[in-house]
């Protein structure tokens, strides 16, 4: 069964600081990945996601990730965070071809302005 | 017109009720799930339909029960609650293919008193 780690779960820092998430997932076959985020009482929203082709995705918002196949990573970026990237942030990993979608822990992260 | 939508939002209780929560999607999906997120944020899948057929049944407890009438509805009804059940409750939907993005709705936060 596919799992999902996120460390640093508590994530603090100022605006205009960047931001790197980790997640890494154990699963040896082939899989599609996931970054989604939770802004505070609020649902998940997709922010992006990795099929296949080249491994750094971009997603809304000024995010992107980068698959590393051999680490079995698929980090989280933003160069830049603003106030209102307070939220909570999950990665989710699903084999291709079955319909479970794994999700980490969460990394929460809270930018002071 | 909202993709993933769930009643009620909010659902307060006492302990050894019973409840419902409804989910409709109006995507066309054939894959519809329910997460439970406790309150430290973790996600954790509880079932998966596809097609109205159940597919995913993780360890919980059989108090809880899905019914999904066709593909675009899923329901989960809860027998005896107890203070344990007390979380956000997340019904989602994916196309079919395998998951390729699932796409969440608002969320309903029982409490359980």
Not at chain 1, 85 to 91: G, I, M, N, P, S
Request: proline fraction near 4%; include cysteine.
């Amino acid at each position: 069964a596919q799992s999902v780690s996120q460390h640093n779960h508590h994530v603090i820092l100022s605006e205009a600081a960047s931001l790197e998430l980790g997640c890494n997932y154990s699963y040896g076959g082939t899989v599609n990945l996931f970054w989604y985020v939770q802004y505070p009482g609020q649902h998940l929203q997709l922010l992006l996601k990795y099929f296949s082709g080249d491994p750094l995705v971009k997603g809304i918002k000024g995010f992107e990730a980068e698959f590393i196949k051999s680490k079995f990573s698929f980090n989280l970026r933003k160069p830049s965070v603003q106030w209102s990237d307070t939220a909570e942030y999950f990665c989710a990993v699903n084999a291709y071809g079955n319909n479970r979608l794994a999700f980490g822990k969460g990394n929460q992260v809270v930018v002071i302005p | 017109d909202t993709a993933v939508s769930q009643t009620p939002k909010y659902l307060v209780t006492q302990m050894g009720n019973d409840k419902s929560i409804k989910c409709e999607q109006n995507l066309g999906h054939d894959t519809m799930y329910w997460y439970k997120q406790d309150s430290k944020k973790f996600l954790k899948i509880m079932f998966s339909y596809n097609n109205k057929e159940l597919i995913i049944n993780e360890t919980v407890p059989n108090r809880f029960s899905p019914k999904s009438p066709d593909k675009a509805h899923l329901n989960l009804h809860i027998n005896s609650l107890e203070l344990g059940d007390s979380a956000v409750y997340f019904c989602a939907s994916s196309p079919p293919g395998g998951v390729t993005e699932a796409f969440f709705g608002q969320g309903t936060r029982l409490t359980v008193v």
